[in-house]
């Protein structure tokens, strides 16, 4: 009984120091731990909870509804998605199939079209101002030198200006939803396209029967992505246009710059904080169909 009493009281007290001390992989693990939720607290945490703060007054929002840029913010914000969104994913989809070509030119074009998406958004879009500029830019002078015409005040009219930046926004974004369907094209197993083919399928049948079911999850999620990145897109609108003219072409992601500009810091949160209710049911959609 002695010897056994013996035998169990070093396991005992090993049990115990096991779980009064950590594992060295627990404890690296919370020490390396600590750095990301200081940045986070600080970076993230903060910058929210701040927000809301200063936009927790209900009447900021009376005097935010009834301003009418904040209106045609909200619109031009439908616009920019309803358009920029289709247009830019149904062009995506059509280029993958052509860049999914065994063809060796299609590879060094590949190369090209990628490079808008690759090269830094501000220079990019500056230079395209620069070129856009009603008065001296170069396509309104080429527009001048070969017909002899005043070319369009691009940037001047609102509806040109916004249709100009739903444009830009489609160029730049362009090749990285077309390289994620290529990728999704590139996972279709070739034996189903040789049986469509043994049977006679046109290549729109293949598309219709044998692509498109394929793509089809892949296409949506990629749609709503792009939903969510393109509400939080500032750099097309206000480094194009300004939000000009006359503050016309706003969206809700350069909205908040008006307000900060006429030293309103609760208007430029609350329009932030407005937009959150457009945003979390898509994340939460989004987060629901990964999570399958």
């Not at 909870?49 to 929002?61: L, N």
């Not at 480094?239 to 706003?250: M, R, V």
Request: hydrophobic letters at 55%; aromatic letters at 14%; glycine letters at 6%.
């Amino acid at each position: 009984m002695a010897s056994a009493v013996t035998l169990t009281e070093p396991e005992s007290s090993v049990a115990a120091d096991g779980a009064r001390w950590l594992t060295p992989w627990q404890f690296w693990g919370i020490v390396l731990l600590i750095p990301y939720l200081i940045i986070f607290t600080f970076f993230v945490i903060y910058p929210i909870a701040y927000g809301f703060w200063t936009a927790r007054h209900p009447h900021t929002y009376v005097a935010l509804v009834q301003d009418p840029i904040f209106v045609r913010s909200v619109i031009n914000t439908f616009l920019f998605l309803a358009i920029g969104i289709n247009i830019k994913m149904f062009i995506a989809l059509l280029l993958s199939g052509f860049f999914v070509q065994a063809r060796w030119w299609i590879k060094w074009l590949s190369v090209l079209f990628i490079l808008p998406w690759a090269v830094p958004s501000i220079p990019t879009i500056l230079s395209l101002r620069f070129m856009l500029n009603p008065e001296w830019g170069v396509v309104n002078t080429l527009i001048f030198r070969f017909t002899g015409e005043d070319g369009p005040n691009w940037l001047n009219d609102p509806a040109i200006g916004l249709t100009m930046a739903v444009a830009v926004h489609i160029w730049k974004s362009l090749p990285f939803w077309t390289l994620i369907l290529i990728s999704g094209r590139l996972a279709i197993s070739a034996d189903l396209y040789e049986a469509a083919s043994v049977d006679g399928a046109t290549n729109t049948q293949k598309f219709k029967y044998v692509t498109w079911p394929s793509l089809r999850t892949l296409y949506l999620t990629c749609t709503i992505l792009s939903m969510i990145f393109t509400l939080g897109d500032f750099n097309s609108v206000y480094l194009l246009t300004g939000g000009g003219p006359a503050d016309l072409t706003h969206v809700l992601a350069t909205l908040g710059i008006r307000y900060l500009r006429i030293d309103q810091v609760d208007m430029s949160m609350a329009a932030i904080v407005i937009a959150l209710p457009a945003i979390l049911p898509l994340v939460f959609y989004m987060m629901k169909r990964l999570a399958r």
